[in-house]
């Protein structure tokens, strides 16, 4: 008992202390004035009502008749009539039982005139006053916790969505990298294995270009992205690299623009697009060399590569080197992204990639 107790005075010591000085107020305050304090079980008895009254127009009374909005018109005066009858009856029984007894002694009888009506009816405006108060401003910041608590909970669920979507995006992009790094791997071995058997002393460097490019494809997966420049110096290794495999010249033109070097992109897509320049095309013909140029303008980033086509190599016919790119490039930047590919008349195949840079 003794627990419950000390809970409830913990969950409400506001409304205790609230009322605690008001009634200690009140009472002095009037009997200052009258020059006459009342009976101890009188102020127990009558607070004891008006106490009750407050807190069933803030939890009974004032709830049912907002309920509705197009009832409030007619329901507010009729709660606020019903229960100054019911105030009026248990102040009236209150005196009367007061009086019967000899509590009250300044008075013999009490009668429900005129007189005793408008009095309460004072004190019943009185404290409706305070209880309407008390009830608004609760509702009041009720609303504004729940509204706060759903707004919170919408943020929330977006941070969640947009947590989601990029663990969603970061597995497809390393999924689709996943099938790049083997690729590369092969074609890379196969290059020094060529180049074993025709120049074995080329063979060391090789190695160690082949490694470089092989932790550069290994520790791109460690970031979503990758400074071009870095790239680009492996895009200038592979290309080296093809040279040493076929022993002869080869004729790519290289060029990244100064305002490129700094800016981040998704690793892999020039030395993939190199890559497939190696495999599909025919680099040897000075008139007609290759081309892969990165540059910026009006805050987009081009990528754009041509060469001219191999017919001696036997074509697979997929592109799934092109649709993988693709498929990394708008996971990663979205739909805003510009990416054609494909021949431009009889023997030259060409690939343009247009990047917003405002991502």
């Given at each position: 008992?003794?627990?419950?107790?000390?809970?409830?005075?913990?969950?409400?010591?506001?409304?205790?202390?609230?009322?605690?000085?008001?009634?200690?107020?009140?009472?002095?305050?009037?009997?200052?004035?009258?020059?006459?304090?009342?009976?101890?079980?009188?102020?127990?008895?009558?607070?004891?009502?008006?106490?009750?009254?407050?807190?069933?127009?803030?939890?009974?009374?004032?709830?049912?008749?907002?309920?509705?909005?197009?009832?409030?018109?007619?329901?507010?005066?009729?709660?606020?009539?019903?229960?100054?009858?019911i105030y009026l009856f248990f102040n009236l029984g209150a005196d009367m039982l007061l009086i019967r007894y000899h509590i009250i002694t300044h008075?013999?009888?009490?009668?429900?005139?005129?007189?005793?009506?408008?009095?309460?009816?004072?004190?019943?405006?009185?404290?409706?006053?305070?209880?309407?108060?008390?009830?608004?401003?609760?509702?009041?910041?009720?609303?504004?916790?729940?509204?706060?608590?759903?707004?919170?909970?919408?943020?929330?669920?977006?941070?969640?969505?947009?947590?989601?979507?990029?663990?969603?995006?970061?597995?497809?992009?390393?999924?689709?990298?996943?099938?790049?790094?083997?690729?590369?791997?092969?074609?890379?071995?196969?290059?020094?294995?060529?180049?074993?058997?025709?120049?074995?002393?080329?063979?060391?460097?090789?190695?160690?270009?082949?490694?470089?490019?092989?932790?550069?494809?290994?520790?791109?997966?460690?970031?979503?992205?990758?400074?071009?420049?870095?790239?680009?110096?492996?895009?200038?290794?592979?290309?080296?690299?093809?040279?040493?495999?076929?022993?002869?010249?080869i004729f790519i033109d290289l060029y990244f623009s100064a305002e490129t070097m700094h800016l981040r992109m998704i690793p892999l897509v020039l030395?993939?697009?190199?890559?497939?320049?190696?495999?599909?095309?025919?680099?040897?013909?000075?008139?007609?060399?290759?081309l892969m140029a990165v540059f910026a303008e009006d805050n987009l980033l081009f990528i754009q590569t041509s060469n001219l086509v191999s017919y001696?190599?036997?074509?697979?016919?997929?592109?799934?080197?092109?649709?993988?790119?693709?498929?990394?490039?708008?996971?990663?930047?979205?739909?805003?992204?510009?990416?054609?590919?494909?021949?431009?008349?009889?023997?030259?195949?060409?690939?343009?990639?247009?990047?917003?840079?405002?991502?």
């Amino acid at each position: 008992m003794i627990k419950i107790i000390k809970k409830c005075i913990k969950k409400y010591w506001i409304h205790l202390l609230a009322w605690g000085v008001f009634i200690a107020y009140e009472t002095v305050l009037i009997g200052l004035i009258y020059g006459v304090f009342g009976n101890l079980l009188t102020y127990c008895l009558h607070y004891a009502i008006v106490i009750s009254y407050f807190y069933t127009v803030c939890f009974i009374g004032l709830p049912w008749a907002t309920r509705f909005k197009n009832q409030t018109f007619y329901r507010i005066p009729l709660i606020f009539t019903v229960l100054f009858c019911i105030y009026l009856f248990f102040n009236l029984g209150a005196d009367m039982l007061l009086i019967r007894y000899h509590i009250i002694t300044h008075k013999v009888s009490v009668a429900l005139n005129r007189d005793y009506v408008l009095s309460t009816l004072y004190r019943y405006i009185y404290f409706s006053g305070f209880a309407s108060a008390y009830y608004f401003i609760r509702t009041y910041f009720f609303e504004k916790k729940r509204s706060n608590e759903l707004e919170e909970q919408r943020l929330l669920a977006i941070i969640n969505e947009e947590r989601m979507a990029d663990m969603l995006s970061k597995s497809h992009n390393d999924f689709l990298r996943a099938q790049i790094n083997p690729h590369f791997l092969f074609n890379t071995l196969s290059y020094v294995y060529n180049n074993i058997k025709i120049n074995p002393e080329d063979a060391g460097e090789a190695v160690i270009v082949l490694s470089d490019i092989m932790r550069f494809a290994i520790d791109s997966g460690v970031d979503d992205m990758v400074i071009i420049k870095d790239e680009m110096a492996q895009v200038e290794k592979l290309v080296y690299l093809y040279q040493l495999r076929k022993n002869q010249s080869i004729f790519i033109d290289l060029y990244f623009s100064a305002e490129t070097m700094h800016l981040r992109m998704i690793p892999l897509v020039l030395l993939t697009l190199m890559e497939n320049m190696f495999k599909h095309g025919n680099l040897c013909v000075e008139e007609k060399p290759a081309l892969m140029a990165v540059f910026a303008e009006d805050n987009l980033l081009f990528i754009q590569t041509s060469n001219l086509v191999s017919y001696t190599i036997e074509k697979i016919g997929t592109n799934s080197g092109m649709k993988n790119i693709e498929s990394r490039l708008r996971t990663a930047f979205g739909e805003n992204l510009k990416f054609t590919y494909g021949l431009e008349g009889e023997d030259l195949f060409r690939v343009d990639i247009v990047i917003p840079l405002g991502r």
